[in-house]
């Protein structure tokens, strides 16, 4: 493992390349034997020595056009094979150990299924080989398995011919037609429920469908397959895109390091994305689940057909596929809830990342461990980029440009700036300096200051742009935002600027400052901007309570609307952290009362309006957080709103029937709405019953979860006793048990390191399962704000201690979870220093991963950075 960063300006095209591989594989828990036979072409002339990627894996023979080979030598986690002709076919054999690879990158044995995880790096762990995304293959492979236990055996593309060995093992060979890189290279083989459908696409031709699934979950499956069509008929409607192989193939399994992955023809799911019914999953559940399939399929072209040239270029397939999957969850379900959804990940992460020593653009330029490179930033920040060119061109400019892209380089690997210069052929628009989202990382911030004449009756607003130096880049340009703007005044009326610089509600803020102006104005007008989030950043616009309430009823723009609750609830915990909660006076409580019963038949809007900023978003608009100082005043306020708002809350409750399960977007709007009514109810003693009746009757996971989670901020014995029944109930159940160690790992509470130790213990609990880790020590560094933070360091210590020995099983999931502890920079001096602390135990750890390396080092070193 190397602790030496790769740059992207040192980006060399391969030497050789491989054109077409076959491999035979004979499935052993602990040496399974892989011979590769790989044909390989030279490339350029530079260098003699062909150079392969390989780790944790025991090298066999080299064979090179059928004679042995002995010429070579392995350093560094790379084969080098001399004296080499031209062009040459080369077999090598080598074993790898599936059973004790508890890393889940390569080849692994997940509670007794074979399975494979390829990105970024893990081809190499199966064979040596040139394991980079611009070295495009065709790959034939042969997998050997034990008849009984592994009936099912599965790779990429279409099953060509199988068979029975005389030792009770037996065969299939799978072929996959289109040349790809080696990390879309998968392998399963396992017992599997199978769920069966077909799909026909827009020109005709049927496509199988299957998803495979433990046995005894198949009823579970049904919603997934749904899903997969769905996704598969919105591409074609919208992008023109058809599938393009005769099967497609889904397999859930337990250990799973990520969300799913979208290997050629044979997607590899983390069971919590693909199973759920009414009794086990929440709404948010399904809607997850549709989300991470829909992702999965749209890969197959932007992401598989058109690959990476190179791990920095990431951005270009997941930003684009997240874009892209958010759009699908958007038309399926309802456009504001997937906006607000998607803005507090931005917000409560994006941000707090660019503001981290992780900082770093959608396009990193330096790199240790690429597994730390699936961020927020590559991911969410990149689709909020993709989401701009979709702004700016216009739905058919944005097609336009997409079709260009697939013209230009379907079966190629390919860059980020190719992506723009493709999409730069559908506009008029100069995208050159708007490529600088690409390079430029941080969080920008668009202040609006207004000044209004009253003599003159006129009005200027100036907006003007700044991102503050980044841990990995001091200097910072303007940026082209596209940025709606909307002008009202205290009446409700709609202003437009003497200029016309505002155009179907959108400026374009391309410099450091952009001044509008407004005549026969006879009142301050009060500007409203970025309105759905035309940009991804922060904004300053002092605004008062009563403006505040002014553009909740009057402004165009529903996420506006939402964005200005947001605003006032945090400048109300601003008041009750500078001990001045009086300054939230009557006419405020009277506006909330307004909002409420004015909105009381508009579930979708009201059940996002209810939820208080968490305290991961308030720490974005503040810093030096003293968090105990935070968080009670944010709890205090929620004291106050559930006090003085409790009879149009009760209101609400009440005029929000539980009527029989149905996945709708109209259900799950009332749910939503209802289950977040009945947390702030939670908090009056005369409500506990209320809480104890939805949990005994609700006929679905989302209703038993909303009472656990208004349980948890309510009475402490409410609480214990309805967990324990939740327990009793699904204790067999890991997936639904996952809800239940989060809740209990989140809860505040004197005595919680002794409870995390005790969920440690619960028989279901491993650490060797991702997603059991995540639910326990996740939730607990991510959610439990006082535990994590208590100021006697206990939590930050309890999370390296476990950090320590997660490193030697997970090191991809450990350095996940040490991303809080990473960024001590937002908190007051006396945390950082605990913080520091544990930061500096962890780096001593003797052979600690590059992962926790790359991530707790650059978090150390940026304290230095920022001392001087
Ligand atoms: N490409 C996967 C996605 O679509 C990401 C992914 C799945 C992944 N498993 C991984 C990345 C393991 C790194 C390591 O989101
Ligand atoms: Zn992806």
Redesign the pocket.
Known sequence: MSMQAKKRADYQPPVFTITDVKMDVRLHPTTTRVETTSQVKRLASEGNALALDGDKIQLDSVVINDQPHSDYQVVDGQLLISNVPEQFTLTIVNTIDPQNNRALEGLYLSAGTYCT?C??EGFRRITYYLDRPDVLATFEVTLHGDKQQYPTLLANGNPIARGDNDDGTHWVTWQDPHPKPSYLFAMVAGDFDLLEDTYTTSSGKPVKLELYVDKGKRERGHFALASLKRAMKWDEDTFGLEYDLDIYMIVAVDFF??????NKGLNVFNSKFVLADQDSATDEDFFNVESVIA??YF?NWTGNRVTCRDWFQLSLK?GL?VFRDQQFSADMTSPLSNRIKHVRVMREHQFAEDASAMSHPIRPEEVIEM?NF?TVTVYDKGAEVIRMFHTLLGPQGFRKGMDEYFRRHDGQAVTCDDFVAAMQTATDLDLSHFALWYSQSGTPVITVSSVFDDSTGKMTVTLSQRTAPTADQRTKAALFMPVTFDCIDSQGNHYSDDDGLVKDGMVILDKSELTLTFSDVEEPLIPVILGNFSAPAKVHNDLNAAQLLNVFQYAHDSFNRWDALQSLYSWCINCYEQGTPEAVDDTIWQGLEAVLTGEADNHELLGECLVIPSFETLCQTRSQVDVAALNSARDAFCQAFSVRLAEPLKAIFNSISTSAYTYSQQAVNARRCRNQVLVHLARLDDQQGAIKTQFAQADNMTDTLGALKAAQAGQRQVFETLMEEFEQRWNQDPLVLDKWFGLHATTERDDILSQLTLLQQHPQFTIGNPNRVRAVVGSFAFFNTAGFHNLDGSGYKFVTDYLMELDKVNP?VAARIVTPLTQWHNFSPAHQQLMKTQLNRLLGVKELSSDLFEKVSKSLAYQSNSEQ
């Open positions: 995880q990105e970024a390091n990520m969300g799913a992955m979208e992702h999965e890969h997941e596929t597994n699936y991809q």
